[in-house]
């Protein structure tokens, strides 16, 4: 499907914005260009849109736990999205923008950033293999780590990020 950007803007079906200009300035990284219109047109409707699909997802957990009984015992599973794209690029800032957004939906009552800088190598083993200057590119994560993390998420092991990686 093709959306301009009026027609994807309009999606948001009459949600407010409730970010403020200063929010949207604290929320950016250095050298992002994103404004209060970018946000209001882009990432409302994908937070609204998000929200749509972990409401739909609680429904039918909810529906399939009523539909089993004392069987029924599903849990939430946490939702996750993730964000990709290369080094620079603004990732951190399309985080953080969506964190603030789904965080203020009444349905979202906790909302958690994990960033992958918790999974970089630590910096003696990037000098050794000699990745000093790919560090940020995927050669330079623990995959394993970061895969195995994202694995107990999933299954309902909730457990902490390891801390960002010394540089």
């Keep these: 499907m093709d959306l301009t ?3 994807w803007s309009a999606l948001r079906d009459k949600t407010p914005l409730s970010l403020s200009a200063a929010e949207v300035e604290q929320l ?3 050298g992002d260009v994103i404004d209060l219109d970018e946000v209001r047109d882009i990432y409302l409707p994908l ?3 998000l929200n749509l699909y972990v409401g739909a997802t609680d429904g039918l957990r909810g529906a399939l736990n009523t539909f089993l009984g004392e069987k029924g015992s599903q849990s939430g ?3 996750v999205i993730g964000v990709a794209g290369s080094v620079a690029v603004g990732k ?3 985080a953080r923008l969506l964190r603030a957004l789904l965080s203020r ?10 960033t992958t800088d918790g999974f970089l190598l630590p910096t003696k083993e990037l000098q ?3 990745l000093m200057s790919r ?3 995927p050669e330079s994560y623990d995959r394993r780590a970061l895969t195995r993390f994202v694995a107990d998420i999933k299954a309902g092991k909730g457990r902490s990020p390891p801390p960002s990686t010394p540089t």
Excluded: N
Excluded at 105 to 114: A, D, G, I, M
């Design 135 to 137: 560090k940020g590119f």
């Design 77 to 79: 599973t946490p939702f």
């Design 5 to 7: 950007r009026a027609e």
């Design 47 to 49: 937070s609204r849109l």
């Design 105 to 114: 939906w009444p349905e979202h009552p906790r909302v958690e950033l994990v």
């Design 128 to 130: 050794e293999r000699g």
């Design 92 to 94: 951190s800032t399309v």
């Design 28 to 30: 950016r990284g250095l």
